[in-house]
């Protein structure tokens, strides 16, 4: 795929728009010269990346809505994890209720959960409401848990179920909105929201890998889903000491996409993403968020582990990748603090490909 093909689509206003045979977003056409203002609509023929929040967590950050991302396919929504704020995203970038049917959970922090339950809680009623069952696919029990950062021994939430997967999560959630589903079920006619989810753990395949020890060892990619759409595979990548953690591959008639996840610098997110046309990417700008100088030592030394600096990205992953675009998002420091620039600087170091710095509601289009 070369640059004509691989258009960059940039948010410009806040207003989603429609046109005929399309689903409403907001974006610019990326140029050498300065881009244009312009709105255009995300395809119901081919396939488009929608980042509907840019921002890591857990923190809400002035500017960027949570981690979520959308892949949308000849119409249909695959949905990459929901973090806060990213319910009235998917709302706001056109994306119908009706077109989602897979939703797809790299890890279980709370910054890649914060909105999912809402996504089923607050539609199984009212207004355009969810009417078909959708398939949440997404990390089981992680098994244990770690030792504390300090060493020191900490109190365990739930000891009876300490570490649970994906299901309870879901299955938990709707138990503590019994009450308001109960009543709206009775007074609305709303349906039974039990209905309208199943839940797909994902199994790790038998590669060494454990939440106490190697969380990413050497292994290929192993599929997940499939349908006439897409196939999507999955891989294990190094997010300490969060276990299972997935980097996600969706390949399509019209390219292919690998979302990252949360991970630090990591062999398998390379082997996942090898050839494929974007490569959406966590990133962190470390000497920024040391600069700040509001994080403890225990934070920082988090984020040295877990995530990946901005300026190994292009060189150590997208490179050696072979990937045509690079998308930058889990933007940390989530504000606007930073401007595109500077991202986009960082990122290139190391990398001939394109290099993207993704904001909320950004449409990046696979074209044939």
């Known amino acids: 795929m070369n640059t004509n093909r691989r258009q960059v689509i940039k948010a410009a206003t806040a207003t989603a728009v429609a046109a005929a045979g ?10 050498p010269t300065p881009t244009p203002t ?7 023929k081919g396939a488009a990346v929608v980042l509907l ?25 695959y949905l990459i994890d929901m973090g806060h704020g990213t319910f009235d995203q998917f709302e706001l970038s056109g994306l119908d209720i009706a077109d989602l049917d897979h939703v797809f959970v790299t890890h279980l922090h709370s910054d890649h959960l914060a909105d999912l339950y809402n ?25 244990a848990l770690p030792a504390s950062a300090s060493g020191e021994a900490v109190a365990t939430v739930s000891p009876e179920n300490p570490a649970p997967g994906l299901n309870d999560f879901i299955t938990s959630s709707i138990t503590a909105t019994a009450y308001d589903i109960n009543i709206r079920m009775r007074d609305e006619g709303w349906p039974d929201p039990r209905a309208l989810v199943q839940v797909e753990e994902i199994t790790v395949p038998e590669v060494g890998a454990s939440p106490t020890g190697e969380m990413a060892p050497a292994m290929k990619p192993f599929t997940v889903f499939s349908d006439d759409r897409v196939t999507v595979t999955a891989i294990l990548v190094q997010h300490p000491p969060v276990f299972p953690s997935f980097a996600f591959r ?82 940390a420091p989530g504000s606007k603090a930073l401007p595109d620039s500077a991202w986009k600087s960082k990122a290139q170091k190391g990398f001939s490909g394109e290099v993207v710095v993704g904001n909320d509601l950004d449409v990046i289009r696979l074209q044939k």
């Open 119 to 143: 996504l089923l809680w607050l539609r199984f009623g009212g207004i355009n409401p969810l009417t078909h069952k959708v398939t949440m696919h997404g990390p089981g029990p992680a098994g």
């Open 53 to 77: 929040g840019t921002a890591a967590g857990p923190v809400p950050m002035r500017g960027r809505k949570g981690i979520s991302s959308a892949l949308v396919v000849d119409g249909r929504i």
């Open 250 to 331: 969706f390949d399509t008639a019209y390219g292919s996409v690998a979302f990252s996840g949360d991970t630090t610098i990591t062999d398998n997110t390379v082997t996942i993403a090898q050839d494929a046309d974007i490569l959406v990417h966590e990133a962190i700008d470390m000497q920024a968020v040391e600069d700040a100088g509001n994080l403890t030592p225990e934070q920082i030394q988090h984020h040295e582990n877990s995530h990946s600096d901005v300026t190994r990205i292009g060189g150590e992953v997208a490179q050696p990748a072979n990937v045509k675009t690079l998308v930058l998002s889990h933007l």
């Open 38 to 44: 312009t709105t255009t609509a995300i395809p119901t």
């Open 22 to 31: 399309t689903l409403g977003a907001k974006s610019a056409f990326a140029s």
